[in-house]
T-cell receptor
Framework: GAVVSQHPSRVICKSGTSVKIECRSLDFQATTMFWYRQFPKQSLMLMAT?????????EQGVEKDKFLINHASLTLSTLTVTSAHPEDSSFYICSARRTGPAKDRALHFGNGTRLTVT | AQSVTQLDSHVSVSEGTPVLLRCNYS??????LFWYVQHPNKGLQLLLK??????LVKGINGFEAEFKKSETSFHLTKPSAHMSDAAEYFC?????????????FGKGTRLSVIA
């Protein structure tokens, strides 16, 4: 089955520093990846859509200068949280959609990254 | 526009009894529908999906769901709950014909299984 690898799974950083999270599709190519944020006991909120070779599309209310997304290849997207603050502490999950027929278009998710900013 | 309503935020069942997690959707397009499960501090695992074929969809771990267009529902069921089924479940809708639109998530239903 399709595998999406997300790294790191857990990171603790000091306020003001930047953190990079990687999302890789291991056995398929993904021209589009999605970044979600999940607060405790809540659903996933879409942050941005990452498109290979072009700029990401951010959802309303998401600061693009704070959450930098790069999708440099068909198998890798990165999310960088710049100048992190405690309110950025959250669970971040990436996902990738296998291209092809509609029957195969389920999103496959990484295992998430627990970010704690102290 | 698309939306998903999970009617119960929390469902509690005894081990060995049936599970029913309810989901209603709204979509302007032909929808694809999914159920995902999330264990604590983990990513999401696809349980099953409906994309236009059989309306009764069988998934992993004994789960199944039935697409009912007349009721705009896609309820998730399992005949007999196991302790390992305790987790958060998300019903999700997507536009079937668009490859790059993201999924729209329901708020989730937390399933507790009592021994």
């Amino acid at each position: 089955g399709a595998v999406v690898s997300q790294h790191p799974s857990r990171v603790i950083c000091k306020s003001g520093t930047s953190v990079k999270i990687e999302c890789r599709s291991l056995d398929f190519q993904a021209t589009t990846m999605f970044w979600y944020r999940q607060f405790p006991k809540q659903s996933l909120m879409l942050m941005a859509t990452s498109n290979e070779g072009s700029k990401a599309t951010y959802e309303q209310g998401v600061e693009k200068d704070k959450f930098l997304i790069n999708h440099a290849s068909l198998t890798l997207s990165t999310l960088t949280v710049t100048s992190a603050h405690p309110e950025d502490s959250s669970f971040y999950i990436c996902s990738a959609r296998r291209t092809g027929p509609a029957k195969d278009r389920a999103l496959h998710f990484g295992n998430g990254t627990r970010l704690t900013v102290t | 526009a698309q939306s998903v309503t999970q009617l119960d935020s929390h469902v509690s069942v005894s081990e060995g009894t049936p599970v029913l997690l309810r989901c209603n959707y709204s979509s302007s397009y032909s929808p694809s529908l999914f159920w995902y499960v999330q264990h604590p501090n983990k990513g999401l695992q696809l349980l099953l999906k409906y994309t236009s074929a059989a309306t009764l969809v069988k998934g992993i771990n004994g789960f199944e769901a039935e697409f009912k267009k007349s009721e705009t529902s896609f309820h998730l069921t399992k005949p007999s709950a196991h302790m390992s089924d305790a987790a958060e479940y998300f019903c999700v809708v997507s536009d079937r014909n668009s490859g790059n639109t993201p999924l729209v998530f329901g708020k989730g239903t937390r399933l507790s299984v009592i021994a």
